[in-house]
T-cell receptor, first 112, second 112 residues
Framework: SQTIHQWPATLVQPVGSPLSLECTVE??????LYWYRQAAGRGLQLLFY??????ISSEVPQNLSASRPQDRQFILSSKKLLLSDSGFYLC???????????FGSGTRLTVV | RKEVEQDPGPFNVPEGATVAFNCTYSNSASQSFFWYRQDCRKEPKLLMSVYSSGNEDGRFTAQLNRASQYISLLIRDSKLSDSATYLCVVPLYGGSQGNLIFGKGTKLSVKP
């Protein structure tokens, strides 16, 4: 069966520090991968998606970047965090069928 | 009209009650729709899919009204365990690969 792993679960980082969140998927190949952010009191916002190795699309301009070095690995990064980067970051995968997303357990990031 | 709009609630209902949530969407070309459930501080999980006029799964019924561009979720015989936030989700066709637009969610609280 397919599983998705995301870590760390919580993270407190100072403003200006770098960020690296990792997401891996098991039990499937060539998944579509997504990074979403959920800020307090707001809906899920799509940040990046990837349909294959090295293929990254950004949905909104921001202080973050994403990479997909391997088929089942998706990384979210920042060189310098801002206070506004705080939120609940969720990685998700889908087999390509719209709607059938499986989310990781999320990373709750607090920038102080 | 916003892409996906939901009543944020909260809906406070007693156990055993029937409760319904509505969701309106702006993209008339959307063909499929989804309800996700998100527990507090957890990741969203797929609850139901709606591909035609409606779908029923036990106590849960999802209905689609294409003419008016809204979908609804009906929960019968509410349980304490139904307390969660329910997210209305619409795929963004014509753009990204299977990307989803999430509503901000409707919070349900079922009381004893």
């Amino acid at each position: 069966s397919q599983t998705i792993h995301q870590w760390p679960a919580t993270l407190v980082q100072p403003v200006g520090s770098p960020l690296s969140l990792e997401c891996t998927v098991e039990g499937t190949s060539n998944p579509n991968l997504y990074w979403y952010r959920q800020a307090a009191g707001r809906g899920l916002q799509l940040l990046f998606y990837s349909v294959g190795i090295g293929q990254i699309s950004s949905e909104v301009p921001q202080n973050l970047s994403a990479s997909r070095p391997q088929d089942r690995q998706f990384i979210l990064s920042s060189k310098k965090l801002l206070l506004s980067d705080s939120g609940f970051y969720l990685c998700a995968w889908s087999p390509g069928t719209p709607g059938s997303y499986t989310f990781g357990s999320g990373t709750r990031l607090t920038v102080v | 009209r916003k892409e996906v709009e939901q009543d944020p609630g909260p809906f406070n209902v007693p156990e055993g009650a029937t409760v319904a949530f509505n969701c309106t969407y702006s993209n008339s070309a959307s063909q499929s729709f989804f309800w996700y459930r998100q527990d507090c501080r957890k990741e969203p999980k797929l609850l139901m899919s709606v591909y035609s006029s409606g779908n029923e799964d036990g106590r849960f019924t999802a209905q689609l009204n294409r003419a008016s561009q809204y979908i609804s979720l009906l929960i019968r015989d509410s349980k304490l365990s139904d307390s969660a936030t329910y997210l209305c989700v619409v795929p963004l066709y014509g753009g990204s690969q299977g990307n989803l637009i999430f509503g901000k969610g409707t919070k349900l609280s079922v009381k004893p």
